[in-house]
């Protein structure tokens, strides 16, 4: 599984931030000639916005 993120500051109270995370199957050639579902990859990306009161 491998994860980047950054932050970014908008103001000295509103941050930005992003992230994306991404697992790649790691089957033996054997195992995915049994299960082809099994050859998935997933991936997965996120963003929002924090503002502190």
């Known amino acids: 599984m491998d994860t ?7 103001s000295r109270r509103t941050t930005f931030y992003t992230a994306a995370g991404w697992i790649k199957s790691d089957y033996s050639k054997e195992y995915e000639a049994q299960k082809p579902q099994a050859v998935e990859d997933a991936y997965e990306f996120t963003f929002g916005l924090v503002h502190k009161f």
Do not use: H, K, N, Q
């Open 4 to 10: 980047i993120g950054y932050t970014y500051s908008l």
